[in-house]
């Protein structure tokens, strides 16, 4: 019992180690809770949630050599790149009137902020290698360890990270909200965009350069 609540602590010690990286989940969640609230984070994490849990599936009914392969990951990282640089176009030019946010705004926002989570989550190739790496070992270290259990016991300790983090960054920027101008607010979006673009080009050429050591060898 104390070794799987030690494997528990351990998995949300790795898990929230990942999360501190910034990365395309994390702008999103900044540029989206300034203008839709709180919320935002715990629906990017959960649109996150989604994509870990199909994953792990995938893994479980024996593809899990497939999730760390070249071919998949120079996929991943073009189609994401691309991805990423769109997203990263619509936030730099992402505008709002503060004072008049609607009901029915809010409400979309809310499906918008989940499906966020699932497209920087799958676009982000680092995220497949982190799960074909410590994620993998993390898996099946809990299967072994007490089955079914086990695995449920990594998936809350790594979950209650993502969730923690998020949330809390989701808090203190939707904070700002009430603060800022909409001048300032446009700022934002531009900073979170160009990020998002630079980050995406970073994928975008890395796979690139991959796929032509791939040929070369």
């Given at each position: ?87 990263g176009y619509i936030t730099s030019k992402s505008t709002v009137d503060l004072n008049d946010v609607s009901d029915t705004e809010e ?11 699932i497209v920087t989550s799958v676009s982000n190739p680092y995220f497949f290698i982190w799960w074909a790496t410590i994620g993998l ?66 994928f975008l050429i890395t796979a690139q350069l991959n796929m032509l050591n791939f040929r070369l060898y």
């Amino acid at each position: 019992m104390l070794e799987l609540i030690l494997f528990v602590l351990t998995s949300f010690g790795v898990g929230l180690s990942g999360a501190l990286v910034p990365g395309p989940m994390l702008t999103v969640t900044v540029s989206d809770s300034v203008k839709k609230g709180f919320l935002t984070g715990p629906l990017v994490v959960l649109g996150h949630f989604i994509t870990e849990l199909i994953l792990i599936i995938f893994i479980l009914a024996g593809f899990s050599w497939l999730v760390g392969s070249a071919e998949v990951a120079i996929i991943i990282g073009t189609l994401g790149g691309i991805m990423l640089i769109y997203m990263g176009y619509i936030t730099s030019k992402s505008t709002v009137d503060l004072n008049d946010v609607s009901d029915t705004e809010e409400t979309s926002s809310k499906y918008g902020s989940v499906l966020k989570g699932i497209v920087t989550s799958v676009s982000n190739p680092y995220f497949f290698i982190w799960w074909a790496t410590i994620g993998l070992a993390f898996l099946f270290k809990g299967v072994e360890m007490a089955g079914l259990v086990g695995l449920i016991g990594f998936i809350i300790g790594h979950w209650s990270a993502d969730l923690g983090w998020f949330s809390a960054v989701s808090f203190f920027s939707s904070k700002g909200s009430t603060v800022i101008s909409e001048k300032q607010y446009s700022l934002i979006m531009k900073i979170c965009g160009l990020f998002l673009i630079v980050l995406g080009a970073y994928f975008l050429i890395t796979a690139q350069l991959n796929m032509l050591n791939f040929r070369l060898y």
